[in-house]
T-cell receptor
Framework: DAGVIQSPRHEVTEMGQEVTLRCKPISGHDYLFWYRQTMMRGLELLIYFNNNVPIDDSGMPEDRFSAKMPNASFSTLKIQPSEPRDSAVYFC??????????FGQGTRLTVV | AQSVTQLGSHVSVSEGALVLLRCNYSSSVPPYLFWYVQYPNQGLQLLLKYTSAATLVKGINGFEAEFKKSETSFHLTKPSAHMSDAAEYFCAVSDTGRRALTFGSGTRLQVQP
C-alpha cells in the first residue's frame, strides 16, 4: 500500500480564501484522523471519523473549519475563510481497530 | 481525560551514549501508549507501541520503552545513540474507548559527534 496520501503538500493562500486539504487513507482502515501541528500548540486532534461517520469534532477550532468523509477512501478538511493563524501543518492519519495510526506526509498551509 | 507529559523539550547526547526520553501519562482507563518519531518536513513514524501485552516493548532502530503503571511512565531508551537518531520524538496515549491519539509536546533529540 502507498500509505496515507495527502494533497497538496504545500499550500499558500491569501487571507479570506477557501482552502481544501485532501486525504486518502490506507485501504481497509476504518478510522481517519485530522491533526494540526503548530509551534505554539503542538500536535492537536481536530476531528476523527469511524466508518465515514464523524465521532469527535470537538477539536475543530471554529465554524470556519469543516471536514467530510464521503466514502472510505477520501476525506477533506476545508477552511473558509482562511486566516493567518490557520497557518500550520495538517496531518491526516488512519488505522484499523487497535492498530497504530499511520500518518501522511502532511500539508503545510501558509495563509498570508 | 487523557494527557501526556514529556519532560525536556530538548535533549542532547553524544554519539554512542545512552538515549533516555521521558514520558508520563494520565489516563482513567488502561492506556495504549506510543512513541512516534518525526524527521524534518516529514510525517510521524511509529517507533513502538504498548497495548497491554509485555511491559517492555521493543521497537525499530534499537529503541525500547518500558510501561510502568505504578509510575505512570513510558520512557523511551536506546543504549547507543547514532547521528541518524536526531529528530523529534512524540509520546502519545489512546485507549479502546477513544481511538484518537493525545500527544505530548515532543522532545527534540540532538546527537553530537
Amino acid at each position: 500500500d502507498a500509505g496515507v496520501i495527502q494533497s497538496p503538500r504545500h499550500e499558500v493562500t491569501e487571507m479570506g480564501q477557501e482552502v481544501t486539504l485532501r486525504c486518502k487513507p490506507i485501504s481497509g482502515h476504518d478510522y481517519l484522523f485530522w491533526y494540526r501541528q503548530t509551534m505554539m500548540r503542538g500536535l492537536e486532534l481536530l476531528i476523527y471519523f469511524n466508518n465515514n461517520v464523524p465521532i469527535d469534532d470537538s477539536g475543530m477550532p471554529e465554524d470556519r473549519f469543516s471536514a467530510k468523509m464521503p466514502n472510505a477512501s477520501f476525506s477533506t478538511l476545508k477552511i473558509q475563510p482562511s486566516e493567518p493563524r490557520d497557518s500550520a501543518v495538517y496531518f491526516c492519519a488512519s488505522n484499523r481497530g487497535d492498530t497504530e495510526a499511520f500518518f501522511g506526509q502532511g500539508t503545510r498551509l501558509t495563509v498570508v | 481525560a487523557q494527557s501526556v507529559t514529556q519532560l525536556g523539550s530538548h535533549v542532547s547526547v553524544s554519539e554512542g551514549a545512552l538515549v533516555l526520553l521521558r514520558c508520563n501519562y494520565s489516563s482513567s482507563v488502561p492506556p495504549y501508549l506510543f512513541w512516534y518519531v518525526q524527521y524534518p518536513n516529514q510525517g510521524l513514524q511509529l517507533l513502538l507501541k504498548y497495548t497491554s501485552a509485555a511491559t517492555l516493548v521493543k521497537g525499530i532502530n534499537g529503541f525500547e520503552a518500558e510501561f510502568k503503571k505504578s509510575e505512570t511512565s513510558f520512557h523511551l531508551t536506546k543504549p547507543s545513540a547514532h547521528m541518524s537518531d536526531a529528530a523529534e520524538y512524540f509520546c502519545a496515549v489512546s485507549d479502546t474507548g477513544r481511538r484518537a491519539l493525545t500527544f505530548g509536546s515532543g522532545t527534540r533529540l540532538q546527537v553530537q559527534p
